[in-house]
């Protein structure tokens, strides 16, 4: 993979696209979306923001670490820079076509299954709990378009 094919895959799969090779935002769905590549370390990573960490209540920080373990798969749920985000890391060269069309799939699904299955695809390694079930998603974040 490269900045180039990237750029092809981000702006054939999104709604919106802004930035250069190796910084991208975009929006699917309403759903922000940032990629930032370093060529000369080979890595890369999608994150999307979900909601400031401010507003975790605790048990959700627990169903957070459980979804990193069981139902987000290739993606995780992290804190940074005082916001959740839906992340996917990964080398940047050995990537393939499809594997950051599933990316960025997995990136949104973990972005908009928050408070909800914590899900970044159908497959579930272990049944949701009847907490995880009522949980309701909740978020003040608002995200730029």
């Not at 769905?29 to 370093?38: A, E, G, H, R, S």
């Not at 060269?93 to 695809?121: H, P, R, W």
Request: net charge neutral.
């Amino acid at each position: 993979m490269d900045n180039a094919t990237l750029d092809e895959i981000f702006t054939t799969m999104s709604d919106t696209i802004q930035g250069e090779s190796g910084r991208w935002q975009f929006n699917i769905k309403d759903v922000l979306f940032v990629c930032i590549t370093d060529t000369n370390h080979n890595r890369m990573r999608i994150i999307s923001p979900i909601t400031e960490s401010n507003n975790l209540r605790e048990d959700e920080k627990t169903l957070l670490l459980l979804a990193n373990f069981h139902t987000a798969l290739d993606v995780k749920y992290a804190i940074s820079d005082d916001v959740l985000w839906s992340v996917f890391i990964h080398p940047l060269k050995e990537l393939t076509y499809a594997q950051v069309e599933d990316a960025v799939s997995q990136v949104y699904y973990a972005n908009i299954t928050f408070g909800l299955s914590y899900s970044s695809t159908d497959l579930v390694f272990s049944k949701k709990t009847k907490k995880q079930a009522k949980q309701k998603k909740k978020s003040n974040f608002k995200k730029k378009t």
